[in-house]
C-alpha cells in the first residue's frame, strides 16, 4: 500500500518537473581509432555521473533528471561493429529521474566526461570521450603501413624508421603537447635499431614525410552547401586519394590526422605533424562564404603581423573556430603549451610554406579558377608548427552551387588531387628537405 503510494507520489510530480527539466535532442556516436565520443544533445544542461567497471569492462553513466524516452533509446543502435571501444549499449530508467547508460566495452578505457555549452546549431552537450589506455605510437603506425603497403620493400627504409622512432624517443627531444592522456609506456618501442650505415643514412634523409589534415569532422561538419554536401565528407575523400598518391612516389610518406569522421582539435592537429617529424603539413577545406557566388580555389599561410585581406582574416577566424563547435574538453587543453608555441619563431617557416604554398596554387589553378592568384596569410591556428612548412588549401567554395557541384563530381576530385600531389612532389625536387637528423 505504501509502496502504491509512493509510486503514485512520483507519478505526480514527475511530469512538471520533466516538463522543465532536459528534453533529448539527439544522441550521436563517432567512434574512431584515437578516440570514442558520445554526446548526448539536451535543450537544458544535464549532469551525470560515471564509473568504470571491470570484469567485463564497461562504463556506467547516470544521467540525472531525465526520463528515458524514444531520443535516448536510438543510442543503443547507435554503436557500429567497428567501434574500437564500445561493443554496445544498454540504457534504462534506473531511479525516477536517473537514466542509466552502460556501455559494453571491447578493452578498458580513460573516459573523459565534460559539457559543452550551446554554439553553432547545438543546445547544450554532454560528452564521453573514450580513449585508449595506451596511446599508440603514430611512427610506429606509419612504419607497420609501410610495410603492409610495400611488403618487398627494402629491409633498410625499414630500419631506417625503426632508427626514427628511436630518436623521437630518446630523451630531449621537445616534447609536443601532450594528448589528454598519461604518456605513452616506454615499453611499447620496438627492437633496438641496428647501427646505421652510410646507404640507410642516405635513404632516411630521402623519405618525406606529408601530413595530410581534412578539416572538421565529427561533432564539427565544417560548411554545407546549398544540397547539403558536407564539408568534413568531401575533405576526407580528399585527403585519402591524395595520401594514396603521394604513397605512390617514391621515397615519399603521407599520413593523416583524421582517417575517419571524428572530431581532431586544432592543435592535435599540429601536435601529430610534428609526432612525425613531418617535412610538410597540408590542411584541406572547401568552406562557405558570406556571399554565395564567392568561388575558387585559394592557399594560405601563416601570418604573424594580421591576414593579407578581409577574405583571409575571415576565413581564419571561421576555421580558428573550429574547437568550439567540434567540442575540446577544455579541462585538459594545455593553453600553456599552446601559447609557448605560438611564441616560437615562424619566420623561416612562413617563407617555405609560401614557396610550396606557391607551387601548390599554379598547380590546381590549372584545375579549376583561383579566387587569388598569390597565396595569402593570415592567423590560421593550425598552421603554426614552428619548424614545418604549412598550407590551408580551400579547395572551393561549398556555399557556391556549382563548386559544390564539381566538389561531387569524382573526376574534378581526381583532377584536384592530381594537381596537390604535383605540387607537392615539384616543391619537394626544388628544395629537397634537409636530413632529418636535424638538430634536436
Ligand atoms: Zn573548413
Not at 609501410?146 to 627504409?157: D, F, G, N, P, V
Request: hydrophobic content about 45%.
Amino acid at each position: 500500500m505504501r509502496l502504491q503510494r509512493r509510486s503514485l507520489l512520483v507519478l505526480l510530480l514527475t511530469p512538471p518537473l520533466l516538463a522543465r527539466g532536459a528534453g533529448i535532442v539527439g544522441v550521436r556516436m563517432w567512434p574512431a581509432k584515437d578516440y570514442t565520443r558520445v554526446t548526448i544533445e539536451s535543450d537544458t544542461l544535464l549532469v551525470a555521473t560515471h564509473a568504470l567497471v571491470t570484469d567485463p569492462p564497461r562504463l556506467v553513466i547516470d544521467v540525472q533528471g531525465i526520463a528515458l524516452d524514444a531520443g535516448l533509446r536510438e543510442l543503443v543502435g547507435k554503436v557500429r561493429p567497428g567501434d574500437p571501444y564500445v561493443a554496445a549499449v544498454r540504457v534504462g530508467q534506473y531511479q525516477a529521474q536517473v537514466v542509466r547508460l552502460v556501455l559494453d566495452l571491447k578493452q578498458p578505457v580513460l573516459p573523459q566526461q565534460f559539457t559543452l555549452e550551446p554554439v553553432a546549431a547545438y543546445r547544450h552537450r554532454l560528452v564521453f570521450d573514450l580513449y585508449p589506455t595506451e596511446a599508440p605510437d603514430p611512427l610506429l603506425a606509419l612504419v607497420r603501413e609501410k610495410e603492409a603497403a610495400e611488403a618487398l620493400a627494402s629491409q633498410a627504409i625499414q630500419d631506417a624508421l625503426g632508427e626514427l622512432i628511436a630518436r623521437v624517443d630518446k630523451p630531449g627531444m621537445p616534447q609536443p603537447a601532450a594528448p589528454p592522456l598519461p604518456a605513452p609506456k616506454p615499453s611499447t618501442t620496438p627492437r633496438p635499431p641496428p647501427p646505421i650505415t652510410a646507404e640507410e643514412k642516405r635513404r632516411i634523409d630521402r623519405l618525406i614525410i606529408v601530413a595530410l589534415d581534412p578539416g572538421h569532422g565529427g561533432e564539427d561538419p565544417g560548411a554545407i552547401g546549398p544540397t547539403g554536401l558536407r564539408e568534413k565528407d568531401v575533405v576526407l575523400a580528399i585527403a585519402l586519394q591524395l595520401r594514396d598518391h603521394l604513397n605512390a612516389m617514391p621515397g615519399m610518406r603521407a599520413m593523416l590526422t583524421r582517417e575517419a569522421d571524428f572530431f581532431v582539435p586544432l592543435n592535435e592537429r599540429v601536435n601529430k605533424a610534428r609526432r612525425v617529424q613531418a617535412d610538410l603539413f597540408v590542411s584541406i577545406h572547401a568552406d562557405a562564404f558570406t556571399r554565395p557566388e564567392a568561388r575558387g580555389a585559394s592557399v594560405y599561410a601563416l601570418s604573424t603581423k594580421g591576414a593579407s585581406s578581409t577574405t583571409a582574416r575571415w576565413m581564419a577566424q571561421k576555421e580558428n573556430a573550429a574547437d568550439l563547435v567540434g567540442g575540446v574538453n577544455l579541462k585538459v587543453a594545455d593553453s600553456q603549451v599552446m601559447r609557448a608555441m605560438l611564441d616560437m619563431s615562424t619566420t623561416a617557416q612562413i617563407k617555405d610554406s609560401l614557396v610550396v604554398g606557391q607551387e601548390v596554387l599554379q598547380r590546381i589553378g590549372h584545375v579549376g579558377q583561383l579566387h587569388k592568384r598569390r597565396v595569402e596569410q593570415a592567423g590560421f591556428a593550425v598552421l603554426k608548427a614552428p619548424e614545418i612548412p604549412s598550407i590551408l588549401v580551400e579547395t572551393a567554395f561549398i556555399s557556391n552551387p556549382e563548386e559544390e557541384a564539381r566538389l561531387r563530381d569524382e573526376d574534378f576530385r581526381r583532377d584536384l588531387v592530381d594537381a596537390l600531389a604535383t605540387g607537392i612532389r615539384r616543391y619537394f625536387a626544388k628544395n629537397p628537405p634537409l636530413a632529418r637528423n636535424r638538430p634536436l
